[in-house]
């Protein structure tokens, strides 16, 4: 199975900070990579997918790149309901596997 | 607009067995490329994919828990159920159903999720 590594698992901001989320991958999955955000108590709210297309509704502060095996998610200036967990996930091959998560929480 | 809702016992015993079903709307899994996957949170961790079924019947698991899991579809209620077997303490967790779509450039991610059942294994 690729394993999925995020870094850094937690880390306190502030709002109005700009904040990357790295997440490398085993082996290469060239850009079949999502991040997730996920909030208590919540389900997973898809953020981006191909490693870089911004999913419908999603504000434009969130962005993703990289491809092969190594992937960010930028957060261009921290909004108070950004503070949440988020998971990337590799959909290259069997078994799909997820990151460890990352929790933001604020300064 | 597209819903999923899962369905199941809350609690469990150990060596028991699970059923869940993911009961959704606004698709279909006779559609080219649908596909419907599990998904499990154990509480405040990570994610886990335990499986999925696509349109054409084809079947992926977990390579830890395959052995324990069975995904089937019944298209003509909208339903997909995931049974696991020999249940244990450790897999106490929040159950998910998402869709996903196959493309012909391959897998898609998962753009919408069931809200979560929880289902706890205790004696």
């Known amino acids: 199975a690729i394993r999925m590594t995020q870094s850094p698992s937690s880390f306190s901001a502030s709002t109005g900070d700009r904040v990357t989320i790295t997440c490398r991958a085993s082996?290469?999955?060239?850009?079949?990579l999502a991040w997730y955000q996920q909030k208590p108590g919540k389900a997973p709210k898809l953020l981006i997918y191909?490693?870089?297309t911004l999913q419908s509704g999603v504000p434009s502060r969130f962005s993703g790149s990289g491809s092969g095996t190594d992937f960010t998610l930028t957060i261009s200036c921290l909004q108070s309901e950004d503070f949440a967990t988020y998971y990337c996930?590799?959909?290259?091959?069997?078994?799909?596997?997820f990151g460890q998560g990352t929790k933001l929480e604020i300064k | 607009q597209v819903t999923l809702r899962e369905s199941g016992p809350a609690l469990v015993k150990p060596t028991q067995t699970l059923t869940l079903t993911c009961t959704f709307s606004?698709?279909?899994?006779?559609?080219?490329?649908?596909?419907v996957s599990w998904i499990r949170q154990p509480p405040g961790k990570a994610l886990e994919w335990l499986a999925l079924?696509?349109?054409?019947?084809?079947?992926y698991y977990s390579t830890s828990l395959k052995t324990r899991l069975t995904i089937s579809k019944d298209t003509s209620k909208n339903q997909v159920v995931l049974t696991m077997t020999n249940m244990d303490p450790v897999d106490t967790a929040t159950y998910y159903c998402?869709?996903?779509?196959?493309?012909?450039?391959?897998?898609?991610?998962?753009?919408?999720w069931g809200q979560g059942t929880m289902v706890t294994v205790s004696s």
């Open positions: 996930q590799q959909y290259y091959s069997y078994p799909q596997t």
């Open positions: 191909a490693a870089s």
């Open positions: 082996q290469g999955i060239s850009s079949y």
């Open positions: 606004g698709f279909s899994l006779s559609t080219s490329g649908m596909c």
């Open positions: 998402a869709r996903s779509r196959i493309a012909a450039a391959g897998n898609d991610a998962f753009d919408i």
């Open positions: 079924i696509d349109w054409d019947d084809d079947k």
